[in-house]
């Protein structure tokens, strides 16, 4: 058996206690002479009476400790919580010294790995046949933080690696810039790529503050060269959440609206297209495809819902626009209002809540 360890509290760090054995005590006598020494006015000792009697009373404790150790190795116990150590006087001038505590076995914790993990949609993008950054992974094995970039591959190039630097935004907005990465790829001839993880210095108690990300590629190989990007990538404009809506709707490349004046289309990817083209230049998609079907333009509605103080305000802004909405919409937005009016009477305004909620039922149309 190990060294007996022994504390005045409760229990140890890192330790488990697994089985209470029960009350453990010693003790001892003292003579009169002890006591006369102890008893006599400190303050006439002398400096070295007094280093004297100090190391008696020392030698005396360590004494009754080592006993106590005994006394809990024979209750086969390896430990002792809740030691307490105090002096009673007897008669005829002499005291004794009691010590006691709870037996106890423990045992080292175990130290488990503790694994964080963090996905962030990408929000900026290259209007171009580059490799686009789409979302950045961060993952935390106890201290060891590593980052992995998705990008989408338009042309489906044999990408072998990309140098970028990460500028990741925490929710004070606090920005840090993670400069000249170089990502390497086991599969890069795909519409999809992710990299191999590549170790960052972030804290990992951070990772879980994270809210934004945005990536600038530098230099990216393939089997025919080194190409590198000039062109500063475009900030999305959208909020972040709105940016998830749209990326669950039309694909994790997207980063705007479809919109059109009739001269010219912007793509979900970003890209302008000329009026006469049916399919996006960069990222393929189909103008037909993302044509909403709905006649009904939710952009006034909403403006004039932002006009409004209270969600039985907003409710009757949609109750004018109601008919013009398509069915599959209806219901939803209806329950939008009804929650929020309930959540209202007890959490207080709810305007900002019921409006984002709106916007996203129509987020891509």
């Known amino acids: 058996m190990g060294e007996v360890m022994i504390t005045a509290g409760n229990g140890f760090e890192g330790y488990d206690i697994t089985d209470y054995i029960g009350f453990v005590n010693v003790q001892t006598v003292v003579g009169s002479n002890f006591y006369k020494e102890f008893a006599a006015n400190i303050t006439d000792l002398s400096e070295n009476e007094n280093e004297k009697l100090t190391a008696k009373l020392e030698a005396l404790n360590e004494s009754m400790i080592e006993k106590l150790k005994k006394s809990v190795e024979r209750r086969k116990a390896n ?117 191999n993880p590549v170790e960052c210095k972030l804290p990992a108690k951070d990772i879980m503050l994270l809210k934004d990300a945005k990536v600038t590629i530098s230099k990216y190989v393939t089997s025919r060269g080194v190409f590198a990007v000039n062109d500063n990538p475009i900030n999305v404009e959208m909020p972040l959440h709105r940016l998830a809506s749209l990326k669950e709707k039309r694909g994790i490349d997207a980063v705007c609206k479809y919109v059109t004046d009739g001269m010219i289309w912007t793509c979900n990817c970003g890209y302008v297209n000329e009026a006469g083209t049916d399919e996006c230049v960069v990222c393929g998609r189909k103008q037909d495809d993302m044509k909403s079907t709905s006649k009904f333009n939710p952009d006034e509605m909403i403006d004039k819902m932002r006009t409004k103080e209270y969600v039985i305000e907003i409710k009757d802004v949609l109750m004018e626009y109601i008919k013009e909405i398509d069915n599959e919409y209806r219901m939803e937005l209806l329950e939008i209002m009804e929650s929020g009016l309930q959540y209202e009477k007890t959490r207080g305004n709810m305007k900002e809540t019921v409006i984002e909620k709106v916007e996203k039922v129509f987020e891509g149309h």
């Open 79 to 195: 430990a002792l919580i809740g030691m307490s150590l105090n002096y009673t006087q007897f008669s005829g001038n002499n005291f004794g010294v009691i010590i006691s505590g709870t037996a106890v076995n423990i045992k080292k914790q175990e130290i488990k790995d503790k694994f964080i993990s963090k996905e962030l949609y990408v929000s900026n993008y290259y209007n171009r046949l580059v490799p686009r950054p789409v979302r950045v992974r961060l993952d935390a094995l106890n201290k060891d933080v590593t980052i992995s970039v998705e990008y989408y591959n338009y042309n489906q190039d044999d990408i072998r690696a990309i140098r970028a630097d990460v500028e990741l935004t925490n929710l004070y907005e606090e920005k840090l810039l993670i400069k000249n990465l170089d990502f390497s790829f086991e599969r890069g001839n795909v519409t999809q790529i992710e990299s």
